[in-house]
């Protein structure tokens, strides 16, 4: 349905657009976290309201004018700070969360950062909606991808409580309107939701409100109850106490940990769990579970998990515990709040923990300082499953629900000059890690593919991508061709694109 009569009065009547010689151009332009990625684009348009996005978006594409749209602006590549975008559209001022009683759903701005979005529905609902673990990420951005952190193997991804969305879309003949798709079987708007449950973030249009409450909600509370409070545990060893065989052995342990104890429902699955293993020199190997509080059966699970690990170790850290209430376990300030350096991440979805050969290579890449020297360089090993392996690949667009962990690598510095020597660190050592699938996470080799919200543009470059595979295939598995279809008749002029949103079918 059109639906431009329902948005709410915003606090300015007309949109707010800034130019470059505009006094609030500077902190407008600056949001993007990645100071790999300059911008500057004409103007930036700042709406209050779903109506007001209508009437920017309208413009630029009556005037021919390439647009980008920001909520959060904690993108990893340049989708939106590219020097082909002449507008951004900036909606860091639509930021309400609240209940919408016509659609019984909780009503969420794209603007709203995950902090506020935590916050809200649990200071006033004593609810919450399973999303990532940075809190001053945008949901504007991350839903769209899938959306997922720490609650995901017990509750899944925030698109499995995605009811509905409302976008401004433009169509054929260049129409900019507001639509609202929702899940609803008979909502003729349906494959536009479907799109958003994680085709990826700027390529259908711009959503100007979501919509979430849980598919099984009845008797059950609209979304999932949020935990009283939070046991997070951690190990540390030096990388003195590791050498490489008991390194690849923790690592294993841990990972092999996941591949029995990440089946939807499976006791572990109350577990989320990270493994740290950064340059030698930058810090220790950590190993961390958070827990439910007030759950003692998933307390001796971690305690389990720690155990594991350390007798494939060979040895025994001490387990530091510390429990805190919900909101203080999770408004931690992410690494990126108040800092803007340079930084390049590269992440895989792993069916299954890699082999010996693959972990060794880690090893030897973490440790070596004959040429790399930098420590601000790390590999991370993130839970996966769950919940979140519930869902058929077919039934969100996010095709990954067969993965026990999520890889993730990344790489920080300041100096612009140096760009070559940590991109090429990074690329390289995440080719080594796949090198038996051509360098990439192939789902057709044994591994899971790639996640759109760690955005990774390697994949569409053919100097750094030689495996053969399609970056999208990475990303959207079998659910590419119809996401392509539900782009051509959304956004058949691609008004909205970036080097990794969905092309029109036949592109
Ligand atoms: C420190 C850090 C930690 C992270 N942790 C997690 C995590 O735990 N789990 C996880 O899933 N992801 C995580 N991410 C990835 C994050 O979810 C994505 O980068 C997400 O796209 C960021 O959204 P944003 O609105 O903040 O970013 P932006 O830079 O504003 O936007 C990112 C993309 O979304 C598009 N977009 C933004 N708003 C809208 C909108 N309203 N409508 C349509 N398109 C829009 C933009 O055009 C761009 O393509 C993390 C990122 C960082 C930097």
Redesign the pocket.
Known sequence: MDDNTRTAPGPWPEPVTVDKADPRYPDLVGR??NARFPAAPAAIGLPATAGQVVRLVQDAVDTGRRL?????????ES??DHPEVDVVID?SEMKAVGFDPETRAFAVE?GASLGALYRTLFLGWGVTVPA???PE??V???V??????ALSRRYGLSVDHLYGVQVVVADGSGRARLVTATREPGDPNRDLWWAHTGGG??AFG??TRYLFRSEEAEGRGLLPPAPAAVTKKTARWSWDDLDETRFVALVRAFGRWHERNSAPGDPGAQLDNSLTLPRAGGGEITLETAVDAGRPDAAEQADALIAEVCRAAGTTPEVAADTRPFLAATLVP???AGVKGRFKSKAAFLRACWDEDAVARLYRRLTDRSGYQHPAAAFYLLSHGGAINAVGEGETAMAHRDAVLKAYGSVFWWDEREDDVHLGWIRETYHELFADAGGVPDPGRGYGGAFV???DADFTDPELNRSGVPWHRLYFRGNYARLQEVKGRWDPREVFR?ALSVRPPGV
């Open positions: 993007g976290v980008a749209v920001r909520s959060g602006g904690h993108c990893f989708l939106v909606l794209p990532g673990r940075c990420i945008g504007g951005g991350h769209p991808g899938g959306g997922g952190g973030a700027g711009i959503v992410d690494e990126f919200n760690y955005a970036h």
